[in-house]
């Protein structure tokens, strides 16, 4: 698969088994991925892809190729790189082993394979535990990955519509992937698994990601505020819900206390489907007071 994942495996696959300092050149007609027939390109690719390393803890390092200290190369130092025996005991094996079984990505668990580099391997006929499914195929979740990194556009349905974002990252929230990014000239934010047909564009380098961009906070902190519609809701929560209610707004949105300690707020829903999911928790306390539109989706809701 042709991504960033790979040309970084790639990469950190001839720096540690080189047995010598290597020079950019040399990265360059070795490495599977690098442009070799435009400079800038290259030169932009590994910049980025150096900064990637770095950014994970691997101690790339420059240093001279020889003793006359003429040319200088990269190297990244095994006994730096490699980490020590951490000593664990039978009882800490076992219960990273089932750490690593709970959590999953695309359905798959971790392999034995990890665990045998710590010294030791999984329980025999230990059956299957209770797992958290992180949702999505290795596939798609490369594809966006790979947008991000190398600044491609990226491509996809989206609710029976064709969308087109400028990916700044992908995130896992609310037991849920989002891809976070510009489109069409505003900062917006997919849910991935309601898409579909994801696709990297060919060009890299399409776009710059703003300075000081914080995923943290750009990510919704409410459910109903991913998605594609635009709708400003008006809801009343009755006094004994409010404080409640209050807590879950969103900072984007409007409150207004009233004399018997009711409150209303108005704030915006990209998502009607999980803003009703999440009126509907409050019963009878809580009245949707517009648009319209939004209360009857609710009430046939309801009624059916």
Same mark, same amino acid.
């Given at each position: 698969?042709?991504?960033?994942?790979?040309?970084?495996?790639?990469?950190?696959?001839?720096?540690? !088994?080189?047995?010598?300092?290597?020079?950019?050149?040399?990265?360059?007609?070795?490495?599977?991925? +690098?442009?070799?027939?435009?400079?800038?390109?290259?030169?932009?690719?590994?910049? /980025?892809?150096?900064?990637?390393? /770095?950014?994970?803890?691997?101690?790339?390092?420059?240093?001279? !190729?020889?003793?006359?200290?003429?040319? @200088?190369? +990269?190297?990244?130092?095994?006994?730096?790189?490699?980490?020590?025996?951490?000593?664990? !005991?039978?009882?800490?094996?076992?219960?990273?082993?089932?750490?690593?079984?709970?959590?999953?990505?695309?359905? @798959?668990? !971790?392999?034995?394979?990890?665990?045998?580099?710590?010294?030791?391997?999984?329980?025999?006929?230990?059956?299957?535990?209770?797992?958290?499914?992180?949702? &999505?195929?290795?596939?798609?979740?490369?594809?966006?990955?790979?947008?991000?990194? *190398?600044?491609? %556009? &990226?491509?996809?349905?989206?609710?029976?519509?064709?969308?087109?974002?400028?990916?700044?990252?992908?995130?896992?929230?609310?037991?849920?992937?989002?891809?976070?990014?510009?489109?069409?000239?505003?900062? /917006?934010?997919?849910?991935?698994?309601?898409?579909?047909?994801?696709?990297?564009? @060919?060009?890299?380098?399409?776009?710059?990601?703003?300075?000081?961009?914080?995923?943290?906070?750009?990510?919704?902190?409410?459910?109903?505020?991913?998605?594609?519609?635009?709708?400003?809701?008006?809801v009343r929560f009755?006094?004994?819900?409010?404080?409640?209610?209050?807590?879950?707004?969103?900072?984007?949105?409007?409150?207004?206390? *009233?004399?018997?300690?009711? &409150? %209303?707020?108005?704030?915006?829903?990209?998502?009607t489907g999980a803003?009703?999911?999440?009126?509907?928790?409050?019963?009878?306390?809580? *009245?949707?007071?517009?648009?319209?539109? &939004? /209360?009857? @989706?609710?009430?046939?809701?309801?009624?059916?």
């Open positions: 698969m042709k991504n960033v994942i790979e040309r970084l495996l790639n990469l950190l696959a001839f720096l540690l !088994t080189a047995g010598r300092p290597v020079t950019a050149e040399d990265i360059r007609e070795t490495v599977a991925g +690098y442009d070799r027939d435009n400079d800038v390109a290259f030169h932009r690719m590994f910049e /980025r892809d150096k900064d990637l390393l /770095r950014s994970m803890g691997i101690p790339l390092t420059l240093t001279f !190729t020889d003793v006359w200290e003429v040319e @200088q190369g +990269y190297v990244v130092p095994p006994r730096d790189y490699e980490l020590p025996d951490p000593g664990l !005991t039978d009882e800490e094996r076992a219960a990273l082993w089932l750490a690593a079984q709970v959590v999953r990505l695309g359905g @798959q668990s !971790t392999g034995a394979d990890a665990m045998f580099k710590l010294g030791g391997a999984p329980m025999p006929a230990a059956g299957e535990p209770l797992a958290a499914d992180l949702g &999505l195929s290795a596939d798609d979740l490369a594809i966006i990955f790979s947008a991000v990194a *190398e600044h491609r %556009v &990226l491509r996809f349905g989206y609710r029976d519509k064709p969308r087109e974002i400028k990916p700044y990252g992908l995130i896992h929230r609310h037991g849920h992937w989002y891809v976070v990014g510009e489109a069409g000239g505003e900062p /917006r934010a997919f849910r991935v698994d309601r898409g579909d047909g994801f696709a990297a564009g @060919q060009e890299p380098e399409s776009f710059e990601r703003p300075a000081g961009f914080d995923i943290k906070t750009s990510i919704p902190t409410a459910p109903w505020e991913a998605g594609d519609e635009d709708v400003v809701a008006v009755d006094a004994n819900v409010a404080w409640w209610a209050d807590r879950q707004l969103p900072a984007g949105a409007s409150r207004v206390t *009233e004399a018997d300690g009711g &409150l %209303v707020a108005h704030l915006p829903v990209a998502n803003f009703i999911g999440w009126m509907i928790g409050f019963v009878d306390e809580a *009245e949707i007071i517009g648009p319209p539109e &939004l /209360r009857s @989706q609710l009430v046939e809701l309801v009624r059916g």
